[in-house]
């Protein structure tokens, strides 16, 4: 018998070629969707970290110039010696606000900070010696800690001008 060569792929072959082709394109929509997600997140948290040290900025700029400074609960109040009064309230929100108030308590500016939700915030006011922590003015500490670096925490330090 002679066998008669046709032209053409069986079956089988297709079947296997096209489940070959099949399972790349899923592996690189995978891979597609990873980098995609992956990108998402950098830019995200180079967008808190822009914002972390815009935040830092006004925050040392502004203690800078107080002439008192006083923590309330998640506000810090900056009297200037104007008479004007800045005020930066940290909570649980996904904003972090800063309004400037004139004498006459009416609105000047606001500002808001875009920061992780999920970061928790710390304010405290510490004082800058140990001799007369009462009179003397005193070191702001804020701490951000950011869910991608739970071990590192962000501290801002802010310090009044000392008085000559």
Known sequence: RRMTRRNGYTLIEMVITLSIVIAMLGGTLGL??????????ASDAAIHRQEIRRLANDL???????????????????????????????????????????ADAKQLASDR????????????LQPISDENPETEPSL???????????????QILAAPRMPN
């Open 32 to 41: 597609v969707r990873l980098v995609r997600t992956s990108s998402k997140h």
């Open 60 to 102: 040392r700029r502004d203690v800078g110039s107080a002439g008192t400074i006083e923590v309330v609960e998640s506000r810090l109040i900056l009297e200037s010696t104007d008479d004007s009064q800045i005020s930066y309230e940290f909570d649980s929100e996904t904003w972090f606000s800063r309004s400037i108030k004139s």
């Open 140 to 154: 702001v500490e804020l701490t951000i800690t950011l869910p991608d670096r739970p071990s590192q925490p962000i």
């Open 113 to 124: 900070y875009l920061i992780d939700e999920r970061s928790p915030v710390k304010l405290r």
